[in-house]
T-cell receptor
């Protein structure tokens, strides 16, 4: 089984709909992250959490919210999806510290029509 | 805030040729630097990282990178490209979170 599991892997939705992307990890790490990948822009940080009681905004948090349900679970919500939120979304987890390697899920491809 | 710039969004080499992917960083503190690789339809995985100590860092699949403080660079090299190296490569710098460059897509021609 994968260390980081994202669901759904692919989703097509319509403008204005609420969408939740879920992430679970079996690494036992406290830190979890949501990134968004767009062609030519690399990965940009949406939200991150250093433990179950800690939630922080990243570079591009507008239009998104998150919930840290447990050490192993971190979900991303789009309250009212818009077409420019069409992207590939990655969840990741890491150990503490600046040198901690990120372990990524396989991504959730979201298309907003 | 720390940032990285990857020079060249697309690099194409022949099989067996040298691979050079360029990355420059900006950091107000001693940088921790990373290279990640993304194969098609997969998540990212760590190739190598520099934190402290030896400035030449070796990673998986024959890749290595050299930290040059005077040039604020952390370029990735491989002396001999294989078809299986075709992927997208991301440079990243860590402050309290990892910040990625825009990526370089590597194509390997037979």
């Amino acid at each position: 089984d994968a260390d980081v599991t994202q669901t759904p892997r692919n989703r097509i939705t319509k403008t204005g709909k609420r969408i939740m992307l879920e992430c679970s990890q079996t690494k036992g790490h406290d830190r979890m992250y949501w990134y968004r990948q767009d062609p030519g822009l690399g990965l940009r940080l949406i939200y991150y959490s250093f433990d179950v009681k800690d939630i922080n905004k990243g570079e591009i948090s507008d239009g998104y919210s998150v919930s840290r349900q447990a050490q192993a679970k971190f979900s991303l919500s789009l309250e009212s999806a818009i077409p420019n939120q069409t992207a590939l979304y990655f969840c990741a987890t890491s150990e503490e510290g600046r040198s901690g390697e990120l372990f990524f899920g396989e991504g959730s491809r979201l298309t907003v029509l | 805030a720390q940032s990285v710039t990857q020079l060249g969004s697309h690099v194409s080499v022949s099989e067996g040729a040298l691979v050079l992917l360029r990355c420059n960083y900006s950091s107000s503190v001693p940088p921790y630097l990373f290279w990640y690789v993304q194969y098609p339809n997969q998540g990212l995985q760590l190739l190598l990282k520099y934190t402290t100590g030896a400035t030449l860092v070796k990673g998986i699949n024959g890749f290595e990178a050299e930290f040059k403080k005077s040039e604020t660079s952390f370029h990735l090299t491989n002396p001999s490209a294989h078809m299986s190296d075709a992927a997208e490569y991301f440079c990243a710098v860590s402050d309290w979170v990892l910040r990625f460059g825009a990526g370089t897509r590597l194509t390997v021609k037979p």
